[in-house]
């Protein structure tokens, strides 16, 4: 992997990864992020692609250690996520204010 790949693969993951999602969900983030980042968006259109996602989603899930290792990432992007958020809440940002 380049350095700019890992770069869109952070952009990407930081642009996925929700905190409502599910374990499955956030290893499916993480494979995404990481083949479009690798291949390019192109090859998320190959036939096929959603289903190699889902196996290998699956495979991150269902292994201790592997399925620690990517929570643990996702846990990363959700915090980083929140702390922008309110930082730039904190500074005014009225894109990020709530409406009441």
């Given at each position: 992997?380049?350095?700019?790949?890992?770069?869109?693969?952070?952009?990407?993951?930081?642009?996925?990864?929700?905190?409502?999602?599910?374990?499955?969900?956030?290893?499916?983030?993480?494979v995404i992020a990481a083949?479009?980042?690798?291949?390019?968006?192109?090859?998320?259109?190959?036939?096929?692609?959603?289903?190699?996602?889902?196996?290998?989603?699956d495979s991150i899930v269902?292994?201790?250690?592997?399925?620690?290792?990517?929570?643990?990432?996702?846990?990363?992007?959700?915090?980083?996520?929140?702390?922008?958020h309110t930082t730039n809440?904190?500074?005014?940002?009225?894109?990020?204010?709530?409406?009441?």
């Open positions: 992997m380049t350095m700019q790949s890992l770069i869109n693969f952070q952009e990407k993951l930081g642009n996925l990864i929700e905190p409502t999602l599910t374990a499955k969900e956030l290893a499916e983030c993480i083949l479009e980042s690798e291949y390019g968006k192109s090859f998320t259109l190959n036939r096929g692609f959603a289903r190699m996602v889902s196996v290998l989603a269902a292994n201790p250690e592997l399925r620690r290792q990517a929570l643990a990432v996702a846990s990363t992007y959700i915090n980083h996520h929140r702390d922008n809440i904190g500074k005014g940002d009225s894109k990020n204010r709530a409406t009441g």
